[in-house]
């Protein structure tokens, strides 16, 4: 519960409903996504938004820091999702 808490705003401890429900599983899931979406849209638009005010050098920064968090987002997602999927009774089966 802990781990999902930190994933979501720091708000979302605030609800008791999200504490005594599994509804946190939930709520993570959809923000661990939402910054996973924002993060794709951020490295797809970056060049054409912020391009002409930065030099080439920052931009390509920036560009790192979104494929950084993008990566870090989506390694998020998927274990959000296997806990979900555990949480839900399936089984894993490591393969060879």
């Known amino acids: 519960m802990a ?22 599983l939930r709520m993570a899931r959809r923000h661990v996504s939402a910054a996973l979406a924002a993060a794709r849209h ?8 912020i391009g002409p005010t930065l030099p080439a ?10 494929e950084h968090e993008g990566s870090r987002a989506a390694a998020t997602d998927r274990a ?12 894993w089966e490591p393969r060879l």
């Open 3 to 24: 781990w999902l808490f930190d994933l979501c705003p720091p708000g979302y401890r605030d609800h008791d409903v999200l504490r005594k429900h599994p509804l946190i």
């Open 57 to 66: 050098a920052e931009v390509d920064a920036m560009l790192r820091v979104h």
């Open 80 to 91: 959000v999702r296997l806990v979900a999927e555990a949480l839900g009774g399936e089984q």
């Open 42 to 49: 951020g490295y797809g638009t970056a060049r054409a938004e």
